[in-house]
C-alpha cells in the first residue's frame, strides 16, 4: 500500500502476557498472538516510514508490558533502522465492552512512564490520545510527550460513519484541532501538523 500513500501503521500488542492475549482474543484475526507480535517486523520488511506502539495499559502489570514494549522498540530500532518510531500509553477506560482494568494505573505512575521512555529514548516519538483528560494533557506536554491526538473517533469506521455507532471507549479530550494547537502555542510551543512527505522517503 505503500505506493498509494501509506505511511505510517499502529499497531499496538495490547499485552506482551501470551495467556492474557488469548484471553481477549480467543477468535478472529487477532486470535494469534505469534503473528501480532511480529507484525512490526513485517511493516519494517515493507519499509513502512512509521510504525506506532504500546500496549493497552490495565489489561495486565503495566510495568511489565511497558517494559517489554521498551525491549520490542529497542530491537525493531536496531533491525530496521530507517523506520520512525512512535510509543503511545492507552490506559483501559469504559467502553461498550464493560471491560474492566485488571492493574490500575495512577496519573502520576503513566508520568514517571513517559520520561522512563523519555529517558531510555531521546528521539522516539511519545504520543498521548483523547482518552485522557484535558488538565492531564495540557500538563504533559512539557514532560516529553512530542504528539497528541484530537478531534479523534473510537468507534469502527467513526471518521465516515454516523457518530452514534458503537464507541470503543469514551473520549476524555474533546477539543478540536484547533483549539489544542492553540494550547500547545501558549505553552511556548510550535504545532507541527505535518513533518514528513513522500518526496523525502529513502
Known amino acids: 500500500l505503500t505506493p498509494y500513500g501509506l505511511n505510517t501503521v499502529l499497531v499496538y500488542q495490547e499485552t ?22 511480529e507484525t512490526p517486523d513485517r511493516l519494517g520488511e515493507a519499509r513502512i516510514h512509521k510504525m506506532g506502539l504500546g500496549v493497552l495499559i490495565g489489561l495486565e502489570d503495566w510495568r511489565t508490558d511497558c517494559f517489554f514494549t521498551a525491549l520490542h522498540l ?22 461498550s465492552g464493560g471491560l474492566e482494568p485488571k492493574v ?51 468507534n469502527p469506521g467513526g471518521y465516515a460513519v454516523e457518530p452514534e455507532s458503537l464507541e470503543q471507549f469514551e473520549i476524555s479530550d474533546e477539543r478540536s484541532p484547533a483549539e489544542i494547537a492553540a494550547m500547545i502555542a501558549a505553552q511556548g510551543y510550535e504545532p507541527v501538523w505535518k513533518d514528513w512527505d513522500s518526496s523525502l522517503a529513502f
Open 16 to 37: 506482551y502476557h501470551q495467556e492474557d492475549y488469548r484471553k481477549h482474543h480467543p477468535k478472529g484475526k487477532k486470535a494469534n498472538f505469534q503473528y501480532r507480535l
Open 74 to 95: 529497542d530491537y525493531l530500532e536496531k533491525k530496521y533502522w530507517q523506520t520512525k518510531y512512535s510509543i503511545s500509553f492507552p490506559r483501559l477506560r469504559p467502553f
Open 104 to 154: 490500575e494505573m495512577s496519573d502520576r505512575e503513566l508520568v514517571q512512564l513517559i520520561c522512563a521512555y523519555r529517558i531510555f529514548n531521546e528521539e522516539v516519538e511519545l504520543s498521548i490520545s483523547t482518552r485522557e483528560s484535558e488538565k492531564f494533557r495540557n500538563n504533559i506536554i512539557k514532560l516529553g510527550i512530542t504528539a497528541i491526538s484530537a478531534g479523534s473517533k473510537t
